[in-house]
């Protein structure tokens, strides 16, 4: 097989309150902290061969406009959009406007929680959903989307030029 032209980068995304990952209910949330999930992600993207980029914000603009910016660069996104998944008409239209790939990513089983919880306003325009894995959901998410975007990568980038073409 001819070796990649380009680099595949993926962009996580982390909504409110994620910033507390390690100490806001770790009975729910686990210990991780969101910088240790950043780094596994980082050494997970090397074993397979992507890059990743990440983001946390607190506000659903601030998300909205990370989206419009990244989709610039990236070939898909890890979306874990905390309370903004069960509400957030925004930031669904910035993920289907840009039209990249997105796999919604949760810590905790939101189905096994409270009714408004198993309500996401993103899960039918993804291409699958991990949830209840704690920090591994992450890692299962951004395996699942880099062999999405291998598998198709001749039809999100344009092929490359060839000087001899
Ligand atoms: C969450 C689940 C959401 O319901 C909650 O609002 C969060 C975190 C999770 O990762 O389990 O903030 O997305």
Known sequence: MAARQHTVKIAVVHGPNL????????????????????????TLAAELGVEVESFQSNGEGALVDYVQGAAERVGGFVVNAGGYTHTSVALRDALVGVARPFVEVHLSNVFAREAFRHRSMLADRALGVVSGF???SYLLA??????????????????PTSATA
Do not use: K, M
């Not at 390690?22 to 240790?36: F, I, K, N, Q």
């Not at 951004?142 to 092929?159: I, V, Y």
């Open 19 to 42: 910033n507390l990952l390690g100490r806001r209910e770790p009975a729910v949330y686990g210990s991780a902290t969101l910088a240790e999930i950043n780094a596994a992600l980082t």
């Open 142 to 159: 951004l395996r699942a989307l880099a062999d999405h975007l291998f598998q198709t990568e001749h039809t999100w980038r344009a092929p």
């Open 134 to 136: 704690g920090r591994d």
